[in-house]
Nanobody, 117 residues
């Protein structure tokens, strides 16, 4: 079992910044071994991948956020971050942290990000 807890969402004006955090825990979960991802889901839309930081150190971004968002991780703190700059109203969504361990997929509870125009 893996628990993921997100924080850092909120209301921000267009052009502003937010940093999301996701802390993972689990009795047998060795954080550094696993790929960590951020997804988002806007009202009426499907959940989509925003960014991924693989266990090998690769970073993947959705085209819509390239150059504005940065994913990072602190393996000593079991935490993955999503720095979001130059936010746009279309970034408004619930953001979820995600990982896969032993073929089971885990999600956090989500954190709301609202960008006003």
């Amino acid at each position: 079992q893996v628990q993921l807890v997100e924080s850092g969402g909120g209301l921000v004006q267009a052009g502003g910044s937010l940093r999301l955090s996701c802390t993972a825990s689990g009795s047998r979960f060795i954080f550094s071994f696993y790929t960590m991802s951020w997804y988002r889901q806007a009202p009426g839309k499907q959940r989509e991948l925003v960014a991924r930081f693989t266990s090998a150190g690769s970073r993947i971004y959705a085209d819509s956020v390239k150059g504005r968002f940065t994913i990072s991780r602190d393996n000593a703190k079991n935490t993955v971050y999503l720095q979001m700059n130059s936010l746009k109203p279309e970034d408004t969504a619930v953001y979820y942290c995600n990982t896969v361990e032993s073929a089971a997929e885990y999600w956090g509870q989500g954190t709301q990000v609202t960008v006003s125009s």
